[in-house]
C-alpha cells in the first residue's frame, strides 16, 4: 500500500536496541493520551494509553511517560524489532472532545 | 469477531462524480468519525456522530456528507465539490468521545 510517511520525522534503529519515540502536545488541559501504531496501507492500530493523572504506564515492551510539565510524551519500545517498522503518532483527548492526532514518526528497524 | 470495517480497500472516481465511501461497525460503539490522510500530514477529522440521526463537522468537512441512520453504519460521501479528495480515508469508532478510537482498515481514494 502506499506509504503514509512520506516527509516525516525517522528513525532509524537496528534490530534489539530499544527505541524511543517523542511527541510534543498542544493543550495543556489534555487529559488522556494515546499512541498509535500505523503501518503501510492500513488503519491506526491501539499500543498504549495513559491518563494524566499517571507519569507512566507499562506495556508488553513498551512504556509511555508523559512530563505534563513541558507537554510531552515518549513511546519507548524495547528490543525492537523488524515487525515494529511502521508510524506512530500519539493522540490527545480533553474530556469530551474528540481525538487530536499528532503527525507521526516514522520507525524504521533494521535487521 | 467484533471490529470495523471499510469497503471497498481501493476506489477510483472520476473528476465531477460524487463516490460513496462505506464503514459498518459491530461493536456496538455509539460515536463514529471519518479521517482523512495525506502524507506527511497526519490524520484530519472531517465528520463525527456521537448517537444515531446526529453528526457534527469535523475540520476539513467542506466537500463531503455523511449520514447515521444506523448505529453500525457512518457511509462518507465525498462530492465533487471536494477540489482534492484523492487521499487514504479511515473511518473508526470508540464507545464516546473521551476514549480510544478503533480503526477500520481505510480506503484509498484515487481520482482519474
Known amino acids: 500500500g502506499e506509504s503514509v510517511g512520506l516527509h516525516l520525522p525517522t528513525l532509524s534503529v537496528q534490530e534489539g536496541d530499544n527505541s524511543i519515540i517523542n511527541c510534543a502536545y498542544s493543550?495543556?488541559?489534555?487529559?488522556?493520551f494515546i499512541w498509535y501504531k500505523q503501518e503501510s496501507g492500513k488503519g491506526p492500530q491501539f499500543i498504549i494509553d495513559?491518563?494524566?493523572?499517571?507519569d507512566k504506564r507499562q506495556g508488553q515492551r513498551v512504556t509511555v511517560l508523559l512530563n505534563k510539565t513541558v507537554k510531552h510524551l515518549s513511546l519507548q519500545i524495547a528490543a525492537t524489532q523488524p515487525g515494529d517498522s511502521a508510524v506512530y503518532f500519539c493522540?490527545?483527548?480533553?474530556?469530551?472532545?474528540?481525538?487530536?492526532f499528532g503527525k507521526g514518526t516514522m520507525l524504521l528497524v533494521s535487521p | 469477531d467484533g471490529g470495523i470495517t471499510q469497503s471497498p480497500k481501493y476506489l477510483f472516481r472520476k473528476e465531477g462524480q460524487n463516490v460513496t465511501l462505506s464503514c459498518e461497525q459491530n461493536l456496538n460503539h455509539d460515536a463514529m468519525y471519518w479521517y482523512r490522510q495525506d502524507p506527511g500530514q497526519g490524520l484530519r477529522l472531517i465528520y463525527y456522530s456521537q448517537i444515531v440521526n446526529d453528526f457534527q463537522k469535523g475540520d476539513i468537512a467542506e466537500g463531503y456528507s455523511v449520514s447515521r441512520e444506523k448505529k453500525e453504519s457512518f457511509p462518507l460521501t465525498v462530492t465533487s465539490a471536494q477540489k482534492n479528495p484523492t487521499a487514504f480515508y479511515l473511518c473508526a469508532s470508540s464507545t464516546d468521545r473521551g476514549q480510544g478510537y478503533t480503526f477500520g482498515s481505510g480506503t484509498r481514494l484515487t481520482v482519474v
Open positions: 495513559i491518563r494524566s493523572n499517571m
Open positions: 493522540a490527545e483527548n480533553r474530556g469530551y472532545s474528540t481525538l487530536t
Open positions: 493543550n495543556s488541559a489534555s487529559d488522556y
